[in-house]
């Protein structure tokens, strides 16, 4: 099954220091890949998508996220981060596969910003 | 558009009953699917519909569970008896098309059974 995995399950950033996420993906063909972000007690919000072309893709909120075959890696960045920037963000990737058509997400990376 | 509308936000019941959580897509979206966030295992997709039919079932857990979308803007998912391990939020999220895009997702339900 194609799966996406976040390696880390929580990481404590400093305001207005930068932030990077890891999302390795393992899927046989071109990934359809998403970053979503939840915050508490609510639903998960699409920050960027990436489907093909431009490797480097913006998204809202000030994120960007890179697509890297070589390294089956879409990793989730954001130069400067703000308080409200604390929340749980997840990777995701689409499924094509015949036995296996669904949107698939990682465990998921709780961040912390501290003042 | 107001969004992936999810019913009841918190739903408290005991051990053995049936409990109905409701979901009404953004208009025009033809795929819908239903998640279950638990600590333990994270988001996983319960069941997805496309035009109204179920398409991959595979998630959903037991026989307990059901779900049905009978018309383009309403879906139930249903647990009968529930169980305490049915404990978790339920998210409900729509995409149009059928293919690879975006999905919106509601709030949740938070369901608690003691």
């Known amino acids: 099954a194609q799966s996406v995995t976040q390696p880390d399950i929580h990481i404590t950033v400093s305001e207005g220091a930068s932030l990077e996420l890891r999302c390795n993906y393992s899927y046989g063909a071109t990934p359809y890949l998403f970053w979503y972000v939840q915050s508490p007690g609510q639903g998960l919000q699409l920050l960027l998508k990436?489907?093909?072309?431009?490797?480097l893709v913006q998204g809202i909120k000030g994120f960007e996220a890179e697509f890297k075959r070589s390294q089956s890696s879409f990793n989730l960045r954001k130069p400067s981060v703000h308080w409200s920037d604390a929340a749980e963000y997840f990777c995701a990737v689409w499924s094509l596969m015949s036995d296996d058509y669904k949107l698939s997400f990682g465990a998921g990376t709780t961040v912390t910003v501290r003042a | 558009d107001a969004g992936v509308i999810q019913s009841p936000r918190h739903e408290v019941t005991e051990m053995g009953q049936e409990v109905t959580l409701r979901c009404k897509p953004i208009s025009g979206h033809n795929s819908l699917f239903w998640y279950r966030q638990t600590m333990m295992r994270g988001l996983e997709l319960l069941i997805y519909?496309?035009?109204?039919?179920?398409?991959?079932d595979s998630g959903m857990p037991e026989d307990r569970f059901s779900a049905k979308m009978p018309n383009a803007s309403f879906s139930t998912l249903k647990i009968q008896p529930s169980e305490p391990r049915d404990s978790a939020v339920y998210f409900c999220a729509s995409s149009l098309g059928s293919g690879v895009t975006e999905a919106f997702f509601g709030q949740g339900t938070r369901l608690t059974v003691v």
């Open positions: 519909f496309n035009n109204n039919v179920p398409i991959d």
């Open positions: 990436y489907f093909s072309g431009d490797t």
